[in-house]
């Protein structure tokens, strides 16, 4: 009998030792940031379908916009904080595809007189071409109004003086800030999560000879050393 349980005894412990041994090890956590594709870089993507976007709940925004899944709790609490304090953040724009960048670029072209290099300057001050523009990463977000006049008012500088004091304890930076002596004029509404940012600029700072633009007006004054210039141009606020 003393001999059976024995038997039994061992019998168990070899066959939770094989189970164990049989469990593979646990893997490590995905890395949160994968590398972009050449396309994600360009907002070459359906918004819908890409798995890294995700929808800004439509109270933190006027329409339906999509930001990256890792930028969205930053976000949200910028939101809240902001609240406490007084201050309303919504966002205006945030991820762009390439088309809607395009469009925009288009626009602005019609509207801007002169010759191209003259154009060129007067649209670049605000606007990027398709396929450089921040917004297509789903890092970075325009906040409240394009307006000048909103931020001249008492509230947009109570908003700018906020957002200037505290964004950057959740990741976010005015990348078109004042003062540097090259690249898009400042622009106080625009506000880039920077460390979800930094693969597509990489990336996207390497490939910048290999974008054709096919028919966009003053692609024949684009250089790459321009484009560079802009791209490379911004403020990280050491984040
Ligand atoms: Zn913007």
Redesign the pocket.
Known sequence: MLKMKFLLFLFINILSFSLWAATPAPKATPKSTTTPTLNQVSGMVSPQKDARLVRIPSKYANKTEYIQKNVLPDLERMILAARKDGVNLRVI?AFRSYNHQKNLWQRKWQQTSGNDKTRLQAVLRYSSPPAFS??HWGS?V?LNSLKPSYWASADGKKTLRWLQKNARKFGFCQVYSQGRKKGHDE?V??WSHVRSARPYYQIRAKTIKQVKHINLSGSHVLTPELLKTYLSSIQNCGL
Do not use: F, T
Request: no cysteine.
């Open positions: 724009s921040r917004h970075d325009d622009e509404w625009h």
